[in-house]
C-alpha cells in the first residue's frame, strides 16, 4: 500500500479493521495486574526510601 493510499480515509478504515481489541475479561484482567504491580512498585519504593532515610539519619546526615 502506497503511502498516499495509507493516509487517506480508505486506508485508514482498512488499517482499523486490522486491530484485534482486547475482550472485557481479558481488559479487567489486565489492568488489575497493571494496577497491583503499581501498588507492589510504590510500597517497594516508599520501604527503601524509608531504609535509606533511616541509615542516613544514624550517620548523622539527614
Do not use: H, P, T
Request: hydrophobic share 55%.
Amino acid at each position: 500500500m502506497k503511502m498516499k493510499e495509507w493516509f487517506s480515509l480508505k486506508g485508514i478504515r482498512a488499517e482499523i479493521k486490522n486491530i484485534s481489541w482486547l475482550k472485557r475479561k481479558d481488559l479487567i484482567q489486565n489492568s488489575f495486574i497493571v494496577l497491583v504491580f503499581c501498588i507492589l512498585f510504590g510500597i517497594y519504593f516508599y520501604a527503601s526510601d524509608a531504609v535509606i532515610a533511616m541509615i542516613l539519619n544514624a550517620l548523622g546526615m539527614n
